[in-house]
Structure formats: C-alpha cells, structure tokens
C-alpha cells in the first residue's frame, strides 16, 4: 500500500527512512526526538548529528540510522506554533515534502513519519494532520514510495472536529448493530452469523419497526414453516422447472467485475495510474486485476477503486455487487464509507484518515 496510517512506535517501524523531529541545534530533549535518540544509540547519533550542525526549520538532513530497524533517519525541523501568521503551515508543508525529496533521491522505498511539529512545538494536530496528508498525497502522484504515518496515541491524531460530529451522528443513525441492541435488549454479537443475517434481514425488510426479538429470529425453521408441494408430480415439476430456470441464469449472467470496473475506467477517460494512485493501490495489484478477469479483489480495494472512480452510492453499490459484495449498515466501516460518499468525499487518504479515527481498517 503507498500509504498507511497505524498505531505504534516510531521506533519500532520498519521502514527505510525514518523521520525524526528534530532540533535545529545538534542536541535533543524530549518527545519523539529523545526517543529516536536513546532507540538508536543517543552517543552515535548525536556525533552524527554534529557533524550536520545547524538545520533550519523545513529543511531535512539525513544521518545513519544505527540500531534502528532502518536503513536511514531524516531529520527534520518543524516550526513552533505561534499564531499561523508567521510562516508556520509553510514550513510545516517544506517539512514533509524535502523529506519525502531525500527518501527518493536516497532509493528508499519506505518512509515512516511521526505527526511533525504537534508535539511541545504546539502546531495544532488536525491542521498538522491535513497538511501531511496533502503533501503525502501530491508526491505520490509521481513516486512510488511507500508511506507510513506513525500515531503514537490516538488522542494525538485529530480530525477537524466538524467532520468528526457529522461521522458520529450518520453512525448513530445507521449502525444496525447498535441500534437493535438498544432497542431489544439483546447484545446482537452474541448471536451466530447466520442468526444475525437472518434476523436483521427480517428487521429490515419483513417487519418493519415491529418489536421482534432477535434471539427468536436466530431460530432455525421448522418443517411446518417449510413450503409445502402437493404430490410426487408437483414436486418433480417444480425440480424440473427451477433447473432449466437456472441453467437460464447461468447463461446469462450479468457484467462481469472487471468488465465494469474498466468499462467505468474507460468512461472517464482515465488511465490506469490515475485510477490506483487515487485509490491508494500498488501498481502491481491493479495489473492483477487488469489482467486476471476471474480475479476478485477484497472488498475494501473495491470500495477504493470506487472512491478513485468517484462513484455515487448507487454505482459504488453496483460495482460491488458484479464481485458478489454488498455494502451493508451492519459495518461501522461501510457506514463511514457510505458518509464520505453522500458527501462527496473522494480523497481517499482523508477517507483512510476518518476509517483510522474510527478504529476501522483503512483501505487501499
């Protein structure tokens, strides 16, 4: 995937490069700094760093990584917040994007970046978090690189708060599983998957908002609740006819995924590193489904070629449903998916950024 989003220890990241916070002084204190320090051998890299000197804020200079599980350590100054008036979102984008420079020009193939300047620099986190997205973004339109952020807390990755309020509420009103909880009683994981397909499945289309008990829709049918055939005859002629009404299906089977997903492709006039750049996927996957025509992605890909695409509800639905996939209110992820599409939400790594803050698997 060129670029992810994860929970962990910058530290204990396996990349090429890692990017370090660093002070524009040879020397560190605390914070993501000190910790890259003491992980790689705080003696080493600091004579390292001192033969550097000097790096003025947005600039980035590199250094062996030592014990760290990378080949490189970027360093990198990120401006202290003062009122945004004084230079501070330009040198945080000059951050990101001469770091991102040097990793290509050094031949890396994986980057892994802390959330730069959030830390006692102040810089405020969801305008910290665009901007890295945004420059993130617009480099990998011509690099192959893999990215990684690196969240060491949650509660240091924000999302404007706005977005945040509207998400919570569409889940609110759309996330099956919680609300039938409420509303019966009946904690709904519990149940087998077929009870719950089953019983939601009733909720939704046969019972309306009638009080029905989950627990008794996860009951399997008894013979009395069974169709009933009269006779031999009538049996043999309903087996006769929904083979050959069958055999009429199998012939005419309806667009094939990849037949849509290129067709789609083609009406938009967009060529193939448009496509899985947009969705966040590795060239070679896309060649895989390119090529392969029985080949069926998972469906978080699919959503992503979607979102590339820029599909509607509807046509994301169908696109979806040619690979035998559905999206569904039973999925808080699907739920956010379908939020960011009913409002035109097509940046796939703003996508992956509201999937991560939601504790959802991001997609690509």
């Known amino acids: 995937m060129p670029f992810k989003i994860i929970r962990n220890d910058i530290t204990k990241v396996k990349a090429d490069a890692i990017v370090n916070t660093a002070n524009p002084e040879p020397r560190y204190a605390s914070g993501t700094d000190a910790a890259i320090y003491k992980a790689a051998g705080a003696d080493d890299l600091l004579d390292a760093r001192k033969k550097i000197g000097r790096i003025a ?6 250094t062996a990584a030592f014990q760290l599980p990378a080949t490189c350590i970027i360093h990198t ?3 202290a917040w003062i009122d945004g008036n004084h230079g501070e979102y330009d040198i945080l984008r000059s951050c990101y994007r001469k770091s991102l420079l040097l990793a290509d020009q050094l031949g890396c193939k994986s980057i892994a970046f802390p959330l730069i300047a959030t830390g006692v620099y102040g810089f405020p986190k969801d305008q910290a978090l665009e901007i890295a997205l945004s420059v993130m973004r617009e480099h990998l339109e011509s690099s192959d690189l893999n990215v ?5 807390e949650r509660d240091s990755y924000q999302i404007a708060s ?27 994981e519990h149940l087998s998957e077929t009870g719950r397909r089953r019983g939601l ?16 829709m996860a009951e399997p049918l008894t013979e009395e609740e069974l169709p009933q055939l009269d006779g031999e005859d009538s049996f043999s002629y309903a087996v006769t006819e929904k083979k050959a009404s069958l055999e009429d299906m199998v012939k005419n089977l309806g667009e094939s995924f990849q037949a849509r997903l290129l067709r ?6 967009m060529t193939d590193p448009e496509v899985y750049k947009r969705a966040n996927l590795d060239r070679k996957l896309f060649s895989k489904i390119r090529c392969n025509q029985d080949y069926i992605p998972k469906k978080k890909t699919i959503i992503a070629l979607a979102i590339a695409l820029g599909l509607n509800l509807d046509d994301t639905k169908d696109l979806l449903a040619s690979a035998g996939l559905v999206l569904t209110n039973n999925s808080k992820a699907d739920v956010i998916v379908s939020f960011c ?24």
């Open 264 to 269: 789609m492709i083609d009406e938009r006039g």
């Open 341 to 364: 599409i009913e409002n035109g939400i097509y940046d796939i790594y703003e996508v992956n950024a509201l999937l991560f803050k939601f504790h959802q698997s991001t997609m690509g």
């Open 201 to 216: 499945w009733e909720r939704n289309h046969l019972f309306g908002s009638a009080p029905i008990s989950y627990a008794a």
């Open 57 to 62: 804020p947005g600039e980035a200079a590199v």
């Open 77 to 79: 100054v990120g401006p």
């Open 162 to 188: 706005g977005l945040t309020e509207q998400i919570k509420e569409y889940i609110d009103e759309n996330y099956v599983f919680e609300q039938a909880s409420e509303e019966y009683g009946e904690p709904i």
């Open 148 to 152: 990684i952020l690196v969240v060491f």
